[in-house]
């Protein structure tokens, strides 16, 4: 791209932006350090990709690990009369490719299911192996409702932040995934949800441990809060094979993820794992990368894991109490060189920084003790004002430009406020920050870095478009298996605050395919939810419908006119005014 900008007038300037930034620069272009080596970087990905080839591993007699076939492992431990899966991929066409790999190992029906955890990628595959029969699923007692939470509560934010960090739109902007850490790629594709959803409700709960013998294999189902709070592991203890679920993979773990995670409690997080390295286990088979066999190797691998979550707690903690903030710890906390040379500890996954800065909010929230920003200015008025400081939307675009090659992090950022102040009206900062994020995704080994940087940047040149999937009659059909207070949550979620100005009105829903009954008071712009024990009296408007057809209602699969006139929604007591259900339920929706 031929220069727009020239660069002789920025540097006073440059630098009084950066100190009001609460960023510093240090030097001017000439002795800046010379940019990430992207070739490493993208040599140590690719490689780190042979430990997703796609095979079927036997772990010991009986027990089948297959790698590659998408995000996560499936785990196949042979019983005398049945299989036992464990873990079932992130969707029903990945899992049918399993199956058919599993079905040349041997032809025994799979006997039981279980999830390690309620992660997408080890749960929606599972109607692949059951194959129409009813067959006993395992999991935690938490599971079921860690599910519900991201299903009904924050199911479009999560979605699209794991599209980016998993890569999913890099194909359609002409990009292409090396990898993702700790799969080969997430076997899901944007908008498209034919043979994706296979979920099964767990049947078989438990809240601390499980003894538990199926088809002939004795095994040991114990609770191991990590990566997630539901996380489980699975122990053979005949066969000393232990399967750790997510809290343990070829990686540094991920703390923190950045498609957005509620605390992980990482000390609990290492304290498992110090707990299965009491078991002794002879074989590892996560649930992610490929088995490890020999005490020895696998004790140096949970030692390592163990003090390396530590590690960076305590130094975070440390930092804490000496009233350091998150990004300075961020920036100077580093793993001791011994675990940083783990083989098992490399940022193909998780990263430091963002481990501290998760466990310094973890512990302190987002306030970061700085008066100014108990209430700082608005974020548009405070780039405009740094704009005008820095002399102008032109000259700063210069210094983008400037140190596009140098430091392309510092270019991101200095593009970021001609953006926020102006958006429209600057396309040239959009293509600037692209360019940036362009180099910092070719000199990261971090597979979730690299595609996050790659799809913004195809967001920024207009080339991709990431929304929220539309609600198409796969997921609709998905929907069903969950209680219809899930839905119910998601319309208290999506209430128009400015449309609910004033309203204070409470209408009964009756349900009668599921034998509940609930009400929604709309007041103080909040969708108050309760259930209701009793029968609704004649005074209250009174709405009956089944769960599955109030599901395509609120999903738009059908209006609420015609089902009004046809009786499948009736209208009863108070004034039964289909007109003032209407507008209740107008509350809800999503049009702008």
Not at 177 to 198: C, E, K, M, T
Request: hydrophobic content about 45%; proline content about 6%.
């Amino acid at each position: 791209m031929a220069k727009a900008f020239t660069t002789v007038t920025w540097l006073s300037a440059a630098r009084v932006l950066a100190v009001l930034s609460g960023l510093v620069v240090t030097g001017c272009a000439e002795d800046l350090p010379p940019a990430a080596a992207p070739a490493a970087a993208s040599e140590a990905l690719t490689a780190h990709s042979a430990e997703f080839r796609k095979s079927i591993v036997e772990v010991v007699p009986g027990v089948h690990v297959a790698i590659g076939y998408a995000l996560a492992n499936v785990i196949m431990i042979e019983g005398d009369d049945g299989v036992i899966i464990v873990d079932t991929t992130e969707s029903l066409a990945a899992a049918r490719e399993v199956v058919a790999a599993f079905d040349l190992v041997t032809d025994k029906p799979v006997v039981a299911i279980i999830y390690t955890h309620n992660h997408t990628d080890h749960i929606f595959g599972a109607a692949a192996f059951a194959q129409g029969r009813d067959v006993p699923v395992y999991a935690h007692a938490t599971t079921w409702s860690h599910i519900e939470r991201i299903m009904n509560v924050l199911r479009p934010v999560i979605e699209t932040r794991s599209f980016r960090m998993f890569g999913n739109y890099l194909a359609a902007g002409g990009e292409a995934v090396i990898n993702d850490g700790i799969g080969p790629a997430l076997a899901h594709s944007p908008g498209v949800d034919r043979d994706l959803f296979g979920l099964l409700q767990p049947t078989h709960t438990f809240q601390d441990r499980l003894d538990v013998t199926i088809a002939g294999r004795r095994l040991v189902l114990i609770h191991a809060p990590g990566e997630t709070d539901d996380q489980i592991l699975v122990w053979l203890p005949e066969e000393r094979v232990l399967l750790p679920g997510d809290n343990v993979y070829k990686a540094f773990p991920n703390l923190y993820t950045i498609r957005g995670t509620r605390y992980r409690d990482v000390m609990q997080w290492a304290e498992s794992v110090r707990a299965m390295r009491g078991l002794g286990a002879e074989h590892l088979v996560p649930s992610h990368t490929r088995p490890v066999s020999g005490a020895a190797a696998i004790d140096d691998i949970l030692e390592a894991y163990s003090d390396a979550i530590q590690y960076v707690h305590d130094q975070t903690v440390r930092g804490i109490n000496q009233g350091v903030d998150a990004l300075t710890l961020a920036a100077s906390i580093e793993l001791p060189p011994e675990l940083a040379a783990h083989p098992w500890l490399q940022p193909f996954y998780g990263t430091v920084p963002w481990s501290v800065r998760a466990i310094h909010s973890g512990y302190l929230g987002w306030f970061d003790g700085n008066s100014s920003n108990l209430f700082p200015t608005p974020a548009t008025t405070r780039a405009q004002r740094l704009l005008d400081l820095a002399g102008g939307e032109a000259v700063v675009l210069a210094e983008v430009e400037a140190r596009l090659a140098a430091d392309p992090q510092w270019a991101a950022e200095l593009a970021d406020l001609v953006l926020a102040a102006n958006r429209d009206s600057v396309p040239i900062a959009a293509e600037l920050k692209a360019q940036a994020l362009r180099t910092l995704a070719s000199g990261t080994p971090n597979p979730n870095a690299r595609n996050w940087y790659l799809t913004e940047a195809l967001e920024l040149e207009d080339k991709v478009k990431v929304a929220p999937s539309p609600l198409t009659a796969e997921r609709v059909e998905f929907a069903r298996g969950f209680p219809v207070a899930g839905v119910l949550q998601t319309m208290a979620v999506s209430l128009d605050p400015a449309r609910s100005a004033g309203i204070d009105q409470r209408v009964v829903f009756v349900f009668p395919d599921q034998g509940v009954r609930y009400a929604i008071h709309v007041r103080n712009q909040l969708a108050a939810i309760e259930r209701l024990s009793g029968v609704p009296g004649e005074d209250q408007l009174t709405v009956t419908v089944d769960a599955s057809d109030w599901l395509d209602l609120v999903s738009g699969q059908r209006g609420f006119p015609l089902a009004l006139a046809d009786g499948t929604l009736q209208v009863s007591g108070g004034l039964a005014d289909k007109g003032a259900l209407l507008q209740f339920l107008a509350l809800f929706r999503q049009d702008q």
